[in-house]
């Protein structure tokens, strides 16, 4: 039997479904004949941080793939799918790698708690921690601890995406295509640039730069 809140979401569907119309009778129309957004958004799967409303975009504006803490993955093939289509396909010219204060992925990264099989994903996370933390260790104050371990994780995960082959392919290939590391606050709706920006090759580290010309 279905309940009430199953019901709600069916209601709301027709509710969401009527106001765009009212606005624009073409509105799924112009959706049915295709994508072309420009910005690919990696962000965590935390339902309070939806890509789309945080920067007021429409549908069709914005290619998502959203999993724990953001991360990006160099074997996870989900990823790297998504990515690959967003460069390759759509031509997208951005990519934002989007954290955010309070992250559950990243407290569970922090201890030693045993929460079953997401332990196999948080250790990408300790990883990070691990790589930081006598910066994160000399921060006393929790919090601060905290929110300095999420700013770090995101802009390792921006590091990680310009390392992979598709974006450094894209490159080569003359693709425009820039990469931007924010943090967004849950508790105030603002998103943080992290500063953390990559829009070729040659601002990597040479030992991370892939040189196909051998190939």
Known sequence: MKTDFYRNLLENNKKWVQSKLESDPN????????????LLWIGCSDSRVPAN??????????????????????????????????VNALKIKHIIVCGHYGCGGIKAAMGNQS????????????????????ELDQIEDKKKRFDSFVELNTKEQVYDLAKT?????????????????????IGTGIVKDLNVN??????????????????
């Open 165 to 185: 082959s598709i974006v450094q392919d894209a490159w080569k290939d003359g693709h425009e295509l820039y990469l931007h590391g924010w943090v967004y606050g």
């Open 27 to 38: 509105f799924f129309k112009k959706l049915e004949n295709g994508q072309q957004p420009p």
């Open 53 to 86: 409303e945080i920067i007021g975009a429409n549908p069709g504006e914005v290619f998502v793939h959203r999993n724990i803490a953001n991360m990006v993955v160099h074997s996870d093939l989900n990823m790297l799918s998504v990515l690959d289509y967003a």
């Open 198 to 215: 990559f829009s070729c090759n040659s601002q990597l580290e040479e030992f991370y730069r892939l040189d196909r010309t051998g190939a």
């Open 115 to 134: 929460y079953g099989l997401v332990d196999n994903w948080i250790r990408h996370i300790r990883d990070v921690y691990r790589h930081h933390h006598k």
